[in-house]
Every structure is written in C-alpha cells, then in structure tokens.
C-alpha cells in the first residue's frame, strides 16, 4: 500500500532553519505531484507548497514565499521542503500529500491528494 513518511520536525528558533523529507513507497512516485500542507493548533490545514512530477512546477503558499522551497529526489523516492527564516506562525504539523494529476500540475486544495502521511511536528520559539 500507499506509505508517506514525513521527518524532519522538530524544535527550532524564530529565524532558524530546518528541512523536512518525505519519503514514498507504494506508488510510481514520478508520476505524482506532491504537496506539503500544515495545520497549527486550533486552526483547519492549509496549503503549504506543491510540486509536479518532474520538479519544473511549482506553487507556494503567499505565506510562506522567498522563505520555504520544495524540490524532490525521484530518484530516492523523497520530496524536501526546505524552510529558513522560520516564524513562530510557522508552528504547525506539517504533512505530505501526493496526487496523481497530471504531469505539471501542482494542486492546493487538499481535495485534490489522494494519499497523505502522518505529520510532524514543527514548533518555532520566539
């Protein structure tokens, strides 16, 4: 079956950096866009960032652009989202999500992923 596992959470201070992997099995994974999604505490989930399949698109949540950058490795299986200059409003548990759309989309409604993994956990201190 379907496995997304995120990693990478953790513990970092305002203005820090961390990057999260998300690594895929069950799937073609080259032909699935992927997106990364967060919800924080108290609040619905919200679109984070997205890639197509071959990596040449992608699409950013206003709040997060010039700071977050999502790639992936198809070769490894694993999509990145790269995130520095961190806020204490980027508290939240981030998820994974994969799509099997079309080969430059890069979806935002979380409607359109069919798989999803488990969250971690990011907490930013101020």
């Known amino acids: 079956q379907v496995q997304l596992v995120e990693s990478g959470g953790g513990l970092v201070q305002a203005g820090g950096s961390l990057r999260l992997s998300c690594a895929a099995s069950?799937?073609?994974?080259?032909?699935?866009?992927m997106g990364w999604f967060r919800q924080a505490p108290g609040k619905e989930r919200e679109f984070v960032a997205a890639i197509s399949w071959s990596g040449g698109n992608t699409d950013y949540a206003d709040s997060v652009k010039g700071r977050f950058s999502i790639s992936r490795d198809n070769s490894k299986n694993t999509v990145f989202l790269q995130m520095n200059s961190l806020k204490s409003e980027d508290t939240a548990v981030y998820y994974c999500a994969a799509t099997h759309t079309y080969s430059l989309a890069t979806p935002s409604a979380e409607n359109g992923y069919d798989y999803w993994g488990q969250g971690t956990p990011i907490t930013v201190s101020s």
């Open positions: 069950g799937l073609t994974f080259s032909r699935y866009a």
